[in-house]
């Protein structure tokens, strides 16, 4: 009980700090781009409103998750294939160099040609950034497959379908995970940015708005929405990511036991 | 049951070409525990490698039950020296035993009667919901060997399994071998380095040149089936048979290849050149 009062008052101090810093350092502020944090707060319930979180924030979540699960889908297929050929990767892997360095937000404007300026282009734009880490890290994982485990899968007549969901997946899922990490926060980022180009709702889409509109604390609630919903999502990815992995975090605090 | 014919392997790659076996062969029958014993770096690996149908040999043939083997047979299974990276650690020990079975198609029944039965067997009944790396290195190895025993094989294939254990937890597992041999009747190719052990184990001992690999002697280990750790390793003969398996690996070692010679009486048992 002890232990899990300290560790809450470990979590929630330094956000604490944080908070009140702001709160102190903005508290007499005129400047009409940073309002006090009292008067952001006091904005917040008037703009999220519950028709403001489905008109707004449920069609953000609902564009970010689909894709981010296009992303997570073809990022993880791929990968697989070309981590377990040897010849594909070396075709694949200049090309997926170079398709990886080219920053996500330059591709908008290119994928509002072909995918219009819908839910579609917004999807596409999401998925097209989140698929990298996704992929390179399942090659990578699938390539670092242990030989003995695979020789053991095939002397136990593990083939196909079962060596891929049994052995293959499982062994890179570590892998898989950190490409799912890094491809959520690069998913959050490109939903704001596929919103504020062409779009009618969403977050982004409102933030711009408010400050088109000089309605400076309404977008400084907007800003704390995703930082919030930033937040939300990790939780839900860790606890997740606890579940799926908590053979490999065992397995990692048992070799340090006894190296 | 087995049978090896003029078994050869020859690894190449990167301009380097290895000749790993040269000319192997010898038959196991049904229900023999046969221990094979060589120098370091014989190819002994590579040997039951191409038995259990993982690595495709360069020349000759391995016969399962007058049925050439080219792929892993489903009548043989294997344990690995390598149990920590042998079995998965994603599942629980239950789930490691059970998986190969799912493969074989089994009912649910069934499958689980023969993981209790292996897991008992070998003193692990407790351990069905343990993931592999909260057990020690020879209860872990205890699974490997669990997980072949619920395959229901005819052949079992040993490579080194207890090169990683400690000295104990070895003879142990020694014991757990010949009893489950005896129990099961089971066909058993053991592999080691380590004389005593192929000694104190088998029932025949297959001893190995330096590679390129062909079979240096053949002995019949004529100690009583009822071995114990105490009492057969200072048995008289024990120490023979030990004695010569020793001077024919440093034969090995010294004289390179030799020609395969038949089980040769112990009293001129260097090989000639």
Request: aromatic share 8%.
């Amino acid at each position: 009980m002890r232990t899990l009062l300290l560790r809450t008052v470990f979590v929630l101090a330094l956000p604490a700090v944080l908070v009140a810093v702001w709160w102190v350092a903005s508290e007499d502020s005129t400047d009409v781009y940073w309002p006090p944090l009292s008067t952001i707060l006091e904005t917040f319930p008037d703009v999220w409103t519950a028709d403001r979180l489905t008109g707004d924030v449920v069609p953000s979540v609902l564009r970010l998750s689909g894709g981010y699960a296009l992303a997570a889908v073809v990022g993880v297929g791929l990968g697989t294939v070309i981590g377990s050929y040897r010849r594909v990767r070396a075709v694949c892997e200049p090309v997926l160099e170079f398709l990886r360095a080219v920053p996500p937000p330059v591709l908008v404007p290119v994928i509002m040609l072909f995918a219009g300026i819908g839910d579609t282009m917004k999807v596409t734009v999401i998925a097209s950034g989140c698929v990298w880490p996704i992929l390179l890290n399942t090659v990578e994982g699938v390539r670092a497959v242990d030989p003995v485990m695979a020789e053991t899968a095939r002397s136990y007549g593990l083939t196909g379908a079962a060596r891929l969901r049994h052995v293959v997946l499982r062994s890179a899922s570590p892998q898989i995970f950190a490409g799912l990490r890094q491809a959520l926060s690069i998913g959050i980022i490109l939903m704001v940015i596929s919103e504020m180009f062409a779009a009618s709702n969403g977050l982004g889409f409102t933030i711009v708005q408010f400050q088109r509109s000089f309605a400076i604390p309404d977008m400084w609630t907007g800003i704390l929405v995703l930082g919030l919903l930033g937040f939300l999502l990790s939780v839900v990815f860790q606890l997740v990511e606890r579940r799926v992995l908590g053979w490999y975090h065992g397995l990692r605090a048992a070799t340090r036991r006894s190296p | 049951m087995l049978d090896v014919r003029g078994l050869r392997k020859v690894y190449e790659g990167s301009g380097r070409r290895v000749e790993a076996v040269r000319d192997l062969t010898f038959t196991v029958d049904a229900g023999e525990l046969v221990c094979l014993v060589g120098p370091s770096g014989c190819g002994k690996t590579t040997l039951l490698k191409c038995m259990g149908g993982l690595l495709a040999p360069t020349g000759g043939e391995v016969l399962l039950e007058g049925r050439r083997v080219t792929g892993p047979p489903p009548g043989m299974a294997f344990v690995f020296q390598e149990y920590g990276r042998s079995l998965f650690p994603w599942m629980r020990v239950g789930e490691n035993v059970e998986l190969p079975l799912k493969q074989k198609k089994l009912s649910k029944a069934r499958r689980r009667e023969l993981v209790r039965d292996a897991l008992h067997s070998v003193g692990l009944a407790d351990a069905v919901g343990a993931y592999p790396w909260q057990l020690s290195g020879g209860m872990q190895q205890r699974v490997a060997i669990a997980r072949a025993l619920a395959y229901e094989p005819r052949v079992l294939l040993m490579d080194e399994p207890f090169a990683a254990v400690d000295a104990q937890t070895r003879a142990d597992l020694e014991d757990l071998v010949r009893r489950l041999w005896r129990e099961r009747g089971i066909t058993i190719l053991f592999v080691t380095h380590d004389i005593d052990e192929a000694v104190y184990l088998g029932e025949r001992v297959l001893v190995l040149s330096a590679s390129p690999t062909v079979v240096q002697e053949q002995l019949k280990v004529d100690l009583p089936d009822a071995r114990d750790q105490l009492n057969t390793r200072v048995s008289a003969r024990f120490a023979e048979l030990r004695t010569h398996v020793y001077e024919q690996i440093q034969a090995a070692k010294r004289g390179g290849p030799v020609t395969k010679s038949e089980a040769v009486p112990k009293s001129d048992g260097r090989p000639s050149h």
